[in-house]
């Protein structure tokens, strides 16, 4: 399913229905304390919506809460990488390097449910099979997987594996940790930058329809930072490994990818759509992990 067509939770569900729209509720000024709960609340609910990790019940669910849970998107992504990272250290100590990015990566598939994978096969198929808007959408929204996507979806997670597994052991985790944060970052800068171009009565969960301020937006941006602290402190010598140039290139080839989904998506589609978003996380990730697999001469 993609990015905006998945269902949230049973009880995300039922409970929506007994609620008022979001703009019929008032935005008190919230204290510190209040601030703090209500942040760690969306966090929960954008684990919940991007993973298959089990959370705590909510009490009195608001539908705003899962747009609002898009800046928190990030921060998803930093647990993911570092769940995946633990697997690919040990497989790593296992068995060979080839293998143990075999067995993060479908970790992390396992994990994530195959949410932005999903998005991305259904991009590839709508985008290379539909040649209008609404034969597009009509193809994204198809469950059937076609050559596009099987093709799309194949390449992406070789690369992905083969990138890895040419990596040092100690880069390689810095590179799960930073890519899958990152990536999510890039993803959901589509949401400020383009708008919705599905077509929203089809959209299950409406409350991601929407645009994402600068604001939120430069509050996601710190959990990219939260994750650039962690890798140094805990992982300084692989730091000392990857060269500027690297660091370079990854951020280079990230953006590029994602001004790519960006320019197709507003091209094709007028705007971004949930499988839009999941194709252009998958994108910037494998193009991050290219940057700093990179042998870059003379640097």
């Given at each position: 399913m993609s990015q905006l067509s998945k269902k949230p939770s049973k009880q995300l569900s039922k409970q929506s229905l007994n609620q008022p729209e979001p703009s019929q509720q008032s935005?008190?000024?919230?204290?510190?304390?209040?601030?703090?709960?209500?942040?760690?609340?969306?966090?929960?609910v954008?684990?919940?919506?991007?993973?298959?990790?089990?959370?705590?019940?909510f009490k009195n669910y608001n539908p705003q809460w899962l747009h609002q849970s898009s800046r928190h998107f990030p921060a998803v992504g930093l647990?993911?990488?570092?769940l995946c990272a633990g697997v690919f250290w040990l497989g790593s100590v296992l068995f060979t390097p080839l293998?143990?990015?075999?067995?993060?990566?479908?970790f992390g598939i396992k994990l994530t449910g195959a949410f932005h994978e999903d998005g991305l096969a259904d991009s590839c198929d709508g985008l290379g099979g539909g040649l209008t808007r609404e034969r597009t959408l009509t193809i994204m929204k198809d469950s059937r997987l076609g050559t596009y996507g099987v093709l799309g979806l194949v390449s992406a997670l070789l690369l992905k594996i083969s990138l890895l597994a040419a990596m040092p052991l100690s880069v390689a985790i810095v590179a799960l940790i930073i890519g899958h944060t990152a990536s999510r970052l890039l993803c959901i800068s589509l949401l400020a930058l383009l708008p919705y171009g599905g077509e929203i009565e089809h959209a299950k969960a409406k409350p991601?329809?929407?645009?994402?301020?600068?604001?939120?937006?430069?509050?996601?941006?710190?959990w990219l930072l939260v994750a650039g602290v962690l890798v140094m402190v805990i992982f300084p010598?692989?730091?000392?490994?990857?060269?500027?140039?690297?660091?370079?290139?990854?951020?280079?080839?990230?953006?590029v990818a994602t001004e790519y989904m960006r320019r197709l998506l507003r091209r094709r589609l007028d705007g971004y759509t949930g499988d839009g978003l999941g194709a252009t996380q998958q994108l910037s990730e494998v193009a991050i992990y290219a940057g700093l697999a990179a042998a870059i001469p003379f640097i």
């Open positions: 935005s008190p000024k919230l204290s510190v304390g209040q601030f703090i709960k209500h942040e760690w609340i969306l966090l929960l954008a684990v919940q919506f991007l993973t298959r990790l089990p959370v705590p019940p647990l993911v990488g570092l293998v143990a990015a075999v067995l993060s990566t479908a991601m329809a929407q645009q994402l301020t600068s604001l939120q937006g430069l509050f996601s941006s710190g010598n692989a730091i000392q490994q990857i060269s500027i140039g690297q660091w370079l290139l990854a951020l280079v080839l990230a953006l």
